[in-house]
């Protein structure tokens, strides 16, 4: 559904230029429910913009639902959907008007218009909503609208920019939802941008991880976390016993990267369960006392962390109940 080589944008402004997106290779097979998951500034909406036709590609090549962008970019756009950040809506229009006016855009007659809106409002969950103004609807509603109008042309292949930013947890859960059953039942192919952790884990089949403008690694959420090796522990010691509760911890079968802060020692082990019977064993055989103890599954956010140096969870800060998610 999308294949692209050497995918580049740079920008100038003021003098100085930015290398937004460096030359990105990228495959997207018909059916794939497949996200970009990048910090801010990562180049994940310059990409989406290049794919969609809305910004020309500095270098490179690519195919969109089987069009060449550059030679036939009206073609890709009779093909794909666009969901942008920010929505598509004006506001003071009603919900039954946005969908017969976005149909008539796409060439649909008045008749065909309002019945494919008609369905489009039933499939999301927008039933008796026609009549509202745009602008009295809620986070969820409104996102719903954006989807639905991007589907007014049936297209098999949709493009999303950070669908929930900005949505309370419920609306969230409920678009998930919605963007599951348009794969599901309706066959659609989806691209979605993200700098959610959760989102990219529960909602795509294979995430592309984007840092800088260039792709840092590829695969399912499983296959991208089995990277990091190992659960991560932390152990709460009691004063002045840290250095040797870390080298009591340092012993432990496999164990690595093992810090401390303050009164706590960190590591990594092969399997976090096996390994606290024994290191309790080897901490008390010390006189070690153990105040507490934590063991973590790999997330998205060590893979990020582990390829990067740097957290992605600082890219989440505003969106405390999603961090919530991730390390529940
Ligand atoms: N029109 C522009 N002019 C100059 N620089 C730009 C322009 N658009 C994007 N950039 C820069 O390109 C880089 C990538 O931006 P982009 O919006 O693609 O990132 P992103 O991953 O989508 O971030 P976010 O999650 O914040 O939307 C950033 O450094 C941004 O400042």
Redesign the pocket.
Known sequence: MIRARGLARS?T?RGRT?E?VKGVDLDVAEGELVGFL?P???????TLRMLTTLLRPTAGEATVGGCDLLADPLGVRRRIGYVA?GGGTTGECRVQEELELQGRLYGLTKADALARGAELVERLDLAGLDQRLTKTLSGGQRRRLDIALSLIHDPKLLFFD?PTTGLDPQSRANLWEHIRRLRGEHGVTLFL?T?YLDEADSLCDRILVIDNGEIVAEGTPDSLKSRVSGDGVTVGVGEGTVAAAAEVAGRLPGAHEVTTVDSSVSFRVPRGDTALPELLRALDARGIAMTSVQVRRPTLDDVFLTLTGRSLRDAEQGAPAEQEAVHA
């Not at 801010?40 to 310059?46: D, L, Q």
Request: hydrophobic letters at 30%; zero cysteines.
């Open positions: 920008f402004a930015v937004a990048g801010n500034g990562a180049g994940k909406t310059t950040q950070e941008t700098h």
